[in-house]
């Protein structure tokens, strides 16, 4: 468990977690419609903005944006701003977000896998339920 201190007292107190539940909270920041899909583009290597933006095609340039800070904030993604003129800023990704291709990749082959399946269960239960 994380530990810090009170200011002024020497008794460690637990580290307060805003999400206490770690899946929900990593599910929730990375589970979103775009993250998966910024991950996967950058585990190619650096990118700038417009790269990563034409590489996925059809997120706009807002959401591109904060799901880019959202993975910063999480450490999964690091941002580099570079005094030149015009300025240019890259994306990669950190020692967390390579660790996390691992189980990202396998998610993406077992989606793939079942997919079908999947479509196929959702048809039934379709049909089912038209009758109902």
């Known amino acids: 468990m994380e530990r810090r201190m009170n200011q002024g007292d020497l008794v460690p107190i637990p580290f307060v977690f805003e999400q206490p539940?770690?899946?929900?909270?990593?599910?929730?920041?990375?589970?979103?419609?775009?993250?998966?899909?910024?991950?996967?583009?950058?585990?190619?290597?650096?990118?700038?903005?417009?790269?990563i933006e034409r590489a996925i095609g059809d997120i706009s340039k807002q959401m591109l944006s904060k799901t880019l800070r959202r993975l910063e904030e999480d450490g999964f993604v690091r941002r580099t701003l570079y005094p030149e003129v015009p300025p240019r800023v890259e994306y990669e990704l950190t020692d967390l977000g390579r660790s996390f291709l691992v189980p990202m990749k396998n998610l993406i082959a077992w989606a793939n896998a079942n997919h079908r399946a999947i479509c196929e269960a959702r048809d039934e239960y379709g049909a089912k339920g038209a009758g109902r």
Not at 29 to 38: A, N
Request: aromatic fraction near 6%.
């Open 21 to 51: 539940c770690p899946i929900r909270d990593v599910l929730d920041r990375i589970g979103d419609q775009w993250s998966l899909l910024i991950l996967e583009v950058l585990a190619h290597g650096t990118m700038r903005f417009s790269e």
